[in-house]
């Protein structure tokens, strides 16, 4: 299964970045786009996203006895997980809002 649509999707990514290379403009209006809903997605659930991070906080004494393993090529050893935890606080809630709003307009 893995490689059955192989050669379509070399061929896709092929003619995106030839039509992206012509029109780098398109590009460019798309990233400002994206920008654009990013920030009103964090204006909208600014309360809720501090709240998560202050209630992460609250891991901070059980991470500094139990870091997760070193990770990167050198590693502090302070690995505390906000880069994971940032993922699933804005990686989940991205999704959902833009589900909802690809979903209704």
């Known amino acids: 299964m893995l490689k059955t649509y192989c050669k379509e999707q070399f ?6 970045i030839n039509f992206y ?5 398109a590009l460019i209006d798309i990233e400002f786009f994206i920008m654009e809903e990013i920030k009103h997605f964090i204006n909208l659930h600014l309360p809720e996203i501090k709240r998560d991070y202050d209630e992460a906080s609250y ?6 006895n139990y870091p997760p393993l070193d990770r990167g090529r ?3 050893g302070d690995q505390f997980p906000w ?4 993922e699933q606080v804005f990686g989940n809630k991205l999704s959902r809002y833009f589900a909802s709003t ?4």
């Not at 290379?21 to 403009?25: A, L, P, R, V, Y």
């Open 11 to 16: 061929s896709s990514y092929n003619d995106a």
């Open 21 to 25: 290379t012509k029109s780098f403009d």
């Open 59 to 64: 891991l901070y004494s059980f991470w500094r």
């Open 74 to 76: 050198s590693p502090k």
């Open 83 to 86: 880069i994971e935890f940032g």
């Open 102 to 105: 690809t979903m209704n307009g």
